[in-house]
């Protein structure tokens, strides 16, 4: 699959590595596992001098030996003798930086703690002693987020301060995702886009996983999913083992009851059998999986509310793979597939409501985008997206079936909106379905 979008990201890359021509830049890049974090960073420094250094899980030692071998053939960077230390390298190539322009790009950055905690302040001693002589483009990238924050965000952390950009890598748009469907099946129909949008959240590995293997449409996406040799079987368990480790098994449970519908905390914790509240923070704000949903323009504090899986292809492993391990394991993927196809409609119903609220959002009309319910968890209005600057909106009911939508009813749930939060805006009433995407 060829590089699609990235334009904003790739031009703060491209301006990053001009102004390390004059001065040291220090640039921090996070995302999502699989979203395209190297693939980026490798385009945009196409016809530089770059050196790639993946921070592998390895010992100190072993480490600086493969980073010794790639500085001398990607650079040439010419080092006598056998470092065992980070502390060497690093230094090594901050007095070279010195003398000429280059980048070096540090990728799974945070697996330094792993490595040796030691490095982070000893890449802060190093840095503060050349950086301001140095015409190094430092870029480093990390894909678990809360150790990424905490690296460059704590106070209290030694490279506090210290980066000079910093940026976070998104799936695709909407808009990239047709872009990119247009581009392999010009002809495609909306419950396939509907689909590749279930599946893959706009993740750029997953995406090119399936165009690739020509799944272009709903059934074939499917049936690719539940192939004995599929990736995507075993992607979430991978994904949950590589950011949560030895806690997995209890981020695991969590998972799999709000896919099954426990999504209120008290049912969670009365599940789980004691207060998960420091798991559900960790989900909700370091690795942004799940949301927490509230009545669009409630306080921060309401008690109205809910939890739901935000990352998509997450959300469906959780609801289609995860309960179901017994047939993966037994290679029954055919009563999987069939599985699938049973709860698919009801599944995509909500599906179809994110992508609506996602499109808003990206269409940069509205300020603030979600839905609404009241306190007894009636009336519910499936999209709500408003301009607080102008004082405009709009309220739409969405169904899969636009047979199924009614104007009406969703004209009597917007006059039980709470005249002291919406009653300064003009709301236009929107019907969506499926044929609308």
Known sequence: MKFYDRKAEMEILKQNEKQAEQHAVFTVLM?????????????????????????????????CHKFQQTLQEQLGIQVYGRLSHFRDVFEVIMRESVHRHFSIVFDEFQNFYKVNPAIFSEMQDIWDRYHRDSHINLIT????????????EDRNEPLYGRPTSKFTLLPFSINVLKQIFGDHHPHYNNEDLLCLYMITGGVAKYVELLMDAGCYTK???????????SYFLSEGRDLMIQEFGDESSTYFSILQLIAGGMTRRSDI????????????QNLENNYNIIARLKPLLAKPNSKTSAYEISDQFLRFWFRFVWPYQALVERQQLSLLRQNMGKGYEQFT????????QQQAMESGQYTIVGNWW??????????????????????????????????????????????SDFGSYHLNLITLSLEDI
């Open 31 to 63: 995302g999502r596992r699989r979203v395209g974090k190297t693939s980026l960073v490798i385009k945009a420094l196409e016809g530089c001098q770059f050196a790639y250094l993946f921070v592998a899980k390895d010992s100190e030692a072993m480490l």
């Open 141 to 152: 990238m990390g894909s678990i987020r809360s150790l990424m924050k905490r690296i460059f």
């Open 219 to 229: 059934e074939k996406m499917l049936n690719f999913v539940c192939r004995q040799d």
């Open 349 to 356: 119903g909500r599906t179809l409501e994110q992508f609506f």
């Open 374 to 419: 009241n306190r007894k968890g009636e009336n519910e209005i499936d999209m709500i997206a408003l301009n607080e600057f102008e004082h405009t909106g709009i309220a739409a009911e969405i169904k899969r079936n636009p047979k199924k939508l009614s104007l009406s009813e969703l004209e009597t749930k917007v006059a039980s909106l709470p005249a």
């Open 269 to 280: 914790d009365g599940a789980m059998q004691k207060d998960m509240g420091t798991f559900i």
